[in-house]
């Protein structure tokens, strides 16, 4: 049994998941599943009675989804986790509680940062999800991390479906600028320890990643992930222009 546990909580010393997999489109087709779900039945589930208690279940599953990453790193030494490189500095952890906040006082402020850092930032940790590449399906991080990632969506699409919340320009702007604190913050951290990439502005990532196609100079790779991240926030408003634009 300790050895079970030991190889469940811990990780490969070789690569054990590859992009584009079932291992990788399953748990989104999954999440595209339940999104699709909440769509058809958001009329039953608003007027559901135990529709209050739905949303401090989806909550809490994000709360432990994330603080479980932690568990791990502490309940299980031989990871070797170096705390100072582990700190909750990162977009998709705090989208994560958020949205948790967001669920259930269905506070539309919650729900401004985290809609536009899931759909910016988050998406690519979905299409190259860098830090399972020593897990696979038989490890608790690879449950762990699409647990995370996932149900912020879900939560995100139903609050939109569901209660009707939206975003709006002022909405973008808050977001982008909670964004840029969380990144000075990176920064200033990447600076004083060593080895730390929060936000992976220091360097790319080890495995495979949408910022390998980024540039080693940083100025030149900040201001690309500038670029981008500015772009991401556009497309991400982009239909609820469209839709305030028709309506008129």
């Not at 054990?16 to 748990?27: C, N, Q, S």
């Not at 502490?74 to 948790?100: F, K, Y």
């Not at 690879?142 to 939109?160: D, P, R």
Request: hydrophobic letters at 50%; a positive charge.
């Amino acid at each position: 049994m300790k050895e079970f546990f030991i190889y469940f909580f811990g990780q490969g010393d070789v690569q054990e998941f590859a992009l584009f997999t079932p291992a990788h489109i399953l748990p989104i087709l999954w999440m595209v599943a339940m999104i699709l779900l909440i769509r058809k039945n958001a009329g039953s589930l608003r007027d559901w009675k135990h529709e209050e208690k739905l949303r401090y279940v989806l909550a809490f599953a994000l709360i432990i989804s994330d603080m479980s990453y932690y568990w791990r790193l502490v309940g299980v030494p031989a990871l070797g986790a170096n705390p100072v490189e582990n700190l909750p500095i990162g977009v998709c952890g705090w989208a994560a509680i958020l949205c948790s906040y967001m669920l259930v006082g269905k506070c539309q402020s919650f729900f401004d940062i985290s809609y536009f850092w899931l759909l910016s930032g988050s998406l690519f940790a979905l299409l190259t999800p860098t830090p399972l590449n020593f897990t696979g399906p038989t490890r608790f991080r690879y449950y762990q991390f699409w647990a995370e990632h996932t149900l912020g969506y879900i939560a995100i699409f139903y609050m939109i479906f569901v209660h009707g919340m939206r975003p709006t320009v002022k909405s973008a702007v808050k977001s982008y600028i909670a964004l840029v604190v969380m990144a000075v913050i990176a920064y200033s951290v990447n600076r004083m320890i060593p080895g730390a990439n929060y936000l992976y502005m220091a360097r790319p990532e080890s495995a495979p990643s949408v910022l390998d196609i980024l540039p080693p100079n940083f100025a030149l790779r900040i201001s690309i992930m500038i670029a981008a991240i500015t772009l991401m926030y556009g497309l991400a408003y982009l239909p609820w222009y469209l839709k305030d634009k028709k309506n008129k």
